[in-house]
């Protein structure tokens, strides 16, 4: 699931980054990605894409976890709230 797409002149197939959100160092796999520690984590397009579009690139695996949690959970709050009819009234 990298985020990123691989540049094919790219030599090494692991790197040292800072995750953009929690700003902790991890080892992204980028050159061999089926064993790199987001390869565990599963995320829809619609997740990744949101994750891609926020940050920008690879986040560590903790980081990953709770975005598809924060993002299932908001599209949960958006449901019940079209549900509810609480979409035509703005929260003051």
Known sequence: M???KMD?????KHES???PR?????ICKLGDV??????????????????AEKYGDCLCCSCLKEE?????????NA????VLR???YPVK
């Open 2 to 4: 990298s985020l990123i």
């Open 8 to 12: 094919a002149t790219r030599e090494h």
């Open 17 to 19: 980054r800072i995750c």
């Open 22 to 26: 929690c700003k902790n160092s991890f």
């Open 34 to 51: 089926s064993n790199c520690q987001c390869s565990g984590i599963k995320m829809s397009a619609d997740e990744q894409n949101h994750v």
């Open 68 to 76: 598809r949690h924060n993002y299932a959970l908001d599209k949960f």
């Open 79 to 82: 449901r019940i709230k079209s």
């Open 86 to 88: 609480m979409d035509r």
